[in-house]
């Protein structure tokens, strides 16, 4: 079966890579804004089958993985900036606060026509943020495109005091030991 990755995300690229087994990348092309009413987990959980389902037709002997990630904090919910303004004031509002990050995984089989999913949350405690710190991050960084606007894998990590979770790689946006499970019940060994 193929392997297909339904995300034109290049951190999730990056992280599927790490898995040392050949994958296709194909665009979803899914509008990503909520419904009226709905829930963080909810988002990321829709989001992530809409995303694994909306590629399966083009491939049909396949294992599709759709992923999507929610931030939240003080019931506010945080997405990708777009831009420096709106990052800026995601990480004023994150500062010295506590963020979950909700990464949603779907995998489906386009053989069966079955979808396994789960949801990894991730917590994110973010030290006490000053405007020039946030700066000096926002000019060096660009992190415009991440969630919450701190990018742990790189200088986003200068950000955060503390993180705390059961799968740091879902922080980065693919849950990569909930993949692993997820693609050996669907019959794919990784190692």
Do not use: W
């Not at 004023?92 to 963020?99: F, H, Q, V, W, Y």
């Not at 990050?101 to 943020?129: I, K, M």
């Amino acid at each position: 079966m193929d392997l297909i990755l339904a995300s034109t995300s290049r951190y999730r690229r990056i992280l599927l890579s790490r898995l040392g087994i050949a994958f296709t990348v194909a665009d979803p092309k899914v509008d990503e804004s909520p419904l009226p009413g709905e829930m963080p987990q909810e988002i990321a959980t829709r989001l992530a089958r809409t995303k694994a389902l909306a590629v399966a037709p083009r491939y049909p002997d396949a294992l599709v993985i759709g992923c999507d990630q929610v931030a939240t904090a003080d019931g506010v919910i945080l997405g990708k900036p777009g831009n420096h303004a709106r990052a800026a004031a995601q990480l004023r509002m994150l500062s010295g606060r506590t963020a979950t990050f909700l990464t949603a995984l779907c995998v489906h089989n386009t053989r069966t026509g079955h979808s396994s999913e789960r949801t990894v949350p991730y917590q994110v405690t973010f030290r006490e943020l000053d405007e020039t710190t946030i700066e000096s991050y926002l000019d060096k960084e660009r992190p415009y495109d991440c969630t919450g606007s701190a990018k742990s894998e790189g200088l986003g990590i200068a950000l955060i005091a503390k993180m705390q979770g059961e799968d740091p790689n879902a922080l980065v946006g693919l849950p990569l030991i909930a993949l692993v499970e997820l693609l050996a019940e669907n019959g794919l060994r990784v190692a």
